[in-house]
């Protein structure tokens, strides 16, 4: 089966990680993943898809819907898809409305993110599509259970129409390892220093413009500190912009988009995400796991809490507190809690065995409908 998977642009985010992830665990002989990528992507893995025996099919940006539908109803009907399974939040109602047109049967909307004050013509699109995000659709997956319950509704929730698939992880790679710490600390030359972590891409989302605040304090109070930023992003150039101001960019390391978050997790002393919204926050777990000191703000979901001493803070604080909290020189017990829920091998035949529950269902559906259009009722003697 090869299910079509809608990711938008793909320039190596969050969401496309998890995609990503999922693919490189499935059993590939029985389900293989086809990419939809928006042609304005900036980082496609062309090469590893590939390789994994998936395919990329490029099509305009949704920008262009008067292009954008056309190409996806043409590209879903070539291909027969039993499944398209899109990822692109309130975004969905497109492709699956040209999913819907093609006649795939089984039409997937998963939503990855919520909404917070601040990206008013995020927001107007976001609340406006809000409403359309269960008319095409056949299934409901988010992945938490607050993203679940702000696109799909919390009666859908409660009924249980929404299937949680976490950002799961491959648990061996971040687990910690002292060697790996002493190596990275020592290729980026900090082997002696306070480091605080922090991956996203830069954006208002996650919020890396209140993290330079933060992080000009606790230089103040301890010039051996650095910051580690991870990522890129529309608002990178304003971002570095700031720290020139604030300290002549002193303790701040921008590393760009890194094919080894893993590793760099490693040489973390702290880790701190002060995101505005998230549907989880994948950064957040992915440090938990490596056993980093987490400090993350109220905004994130409770599923993102995945040790018994990751620290919420409210983001009306101010940088002071975030400070004083970094500076702590806690003793952690940072053992996770839901290991499983976050343990790739096991989410991986989760989303297995649901497209294979989905196809089920489909077909039951097909049968009894094929059933009732063929009774006849016997004429009364």
């Known amino acids: 089966m090869r299910v079509a998977q809608v990711v938008g642009k793909m320039n190596n985010a969050g969401v496309e990680a998890v995609v990503m992830n999922y693919y490189r665990h499935i059993d590939r002989s029985r389900i293989q993943f086809d990419f939809i990528v928006d ?49 692109i939040n309130t975004l969905s109602v497109f492709p699956l409305y040209a999913a819907k047109r093609a006649g795939v049967p089984i039409r997937i909307a998963h939503n990855h993110s919520t909404a917070a004050r601040g990206e008013w013509k995020k927001n107007i699109l976001k609340y406006t599509l809000r409403p359309f995000a269960k008319v095409y659709a056949t299934h409901y997956a988010a992945c938490s259970k607050a993203a679940g319950e702000w696109l799909f509704g919390k009666k859908a929730m409660e009924r249980g129409q929404v299937t949680i698939f976490n950002n799961a992880i491959d648990l061996e790679k971040f687990r910690f390892n002292p060697a790996m710490r002493d190596e990275v600390r020592k290729e980026l030359g900090i082997e002696n220093k306070f480091v605080i972590g922090h991956v996203g891409r830069f954006c208002y989302q996650k919020n890396q413009e209140f993290l330079i605040d933060i992080f000009a304090e606790v230089y103040r109070q301890n010039p051996n500190a650095v910051l580690l930023l991870i990522g890129e992003g529309e608002d990178r150039a304003k971002i570095e912009e700031k720290v020139q101001k604030i300290n002549r960019g002193g303790g701040v390391i921008f590393l760009g988009n890194r094919n080894d978050v893993a590793r760099l997790y490693q040489a973390m002393d702290v880790f701190v995400f002060p995101s505005r919204y998230e ?13 980093v000191r987490t400090i993350i703000s109220k905004a994130l979901p409770c599923d993102a809490v995945v040790t018994a001493t990751v620290v919420s803070l409210d983001l009306r604080d101010g940088a002071d507190a975030w400070a004083k909290e970094i500076l702590q020189n806690r003793d952690l017990t940072t053992t996770p809690l839901r290991t499983d829920e976050y343990d790739i091998s096991i989410q991986a035949n989760k989303l297995m065995n649901y497209y294979g529950d989905c196809c089920h269902e489909k077909t039951r559906s097909a049968d009894a409908e094929l059933s009732e259009a063929h009774f006849i009722p016997r004429k009364s003697e």
Not at 279 to 291: F, K, P, R, S, T
């Open 39 to 87: 042609e304005d992507s900036t980082y496609i893995p062309c090469e590893e898809i590939e390789s994994l025996g998936g395919r990329v099919f490029i099509v305009p940006p949704y920008q262009r819907l008067v292009e954008y539908i056309p190409a996806l109803v043409k590209l879903f009907k070539e291909n027969q898809y039993q499944i398209v399974h899109s990822h």
């Open 279 to 291: 549907g989880l926050g994948l950064g957040a777990v992915e440090a938990q796991m490596c056993g």
